[in-house]
């Protein structure tokens, strides 16, 4: 791969991870108005209880579903300023690091995704694993599951 498509593939990537984030975004605002509603439209009845334990739960959930939505902004604003642009000779925000088995790139904290037919696991830079990778190069192992990883690529 030459450098200019190593570039392509963090840029695919970063954009990959922005259209998740955007998607999780809208579900979390739909999820909240559809709380909302659930609980405004809960009725009155004789059994008092009953209608102040829906419009709690709904609130409840509405709150969760803000949590999830706080989280994902966040996520999403530190994403954006991540630089993809240039090949990295260490571990850093916006580096992709190689190892035999498993493909890190430092960006959000979006988890273990299958992107283009290949396993990314994506890290936030303010991650313990990503810290581990922090500063490393090709040829660095670090612990991880018990064992440990040695990385064999970096850009």
Same mark, same amino acid.
């Given at each position: 791969?030459? %450098? ?10 970063? !954009? ?9 975004? !809208?579900?979390? /605002?739909?999820?909240? %108005? ?5 609980? %405004? ?25 803000? /949590? ?88």
């Amino acid at each position: 791969m030459t %450098n200019q498509e190593k570039i392509g593939f963090k840029n695919n990537l970063k !954009n990959w991870g922005l259209d998740l984030l955007k998607e999780r975004i !809208n579900t979390a /605002r739909e999820a909240m %108005n559809q709380a909302q509603e659930a609980a %405004n439209s809960e009725e009155k009845s004789s059994a008092g209880d009953k209608y102040e334990t829906g419009r709690a739960m709904g609130q409840l959930q509405k709150e969760m579903h803000a /949590r999830h939505l706080a989280e994902s902004l966040k996520e999403l604003a530190a994403l954006q300023v991540i630089p993809v642009d240039a090949i990295n000779v260490h571990g850093a925000a916006g580096a992709i690091l190689r190892t035999e088995g498993i493909t890190f790139f430092i960006s959000a904290g979006l988890g273990k995704q299958e992107v283009g037919g290949t396993t990314i696991l994506f890290l936030s830079p303010l991650a313990p694993l990503a810290r581990q990778l922090q500063n490393k190069r090709v040829g660095d192992s670090i612990p991880f599951g018990g064992g440990s990883l040695t990385i064999v690529e970096i850009f």
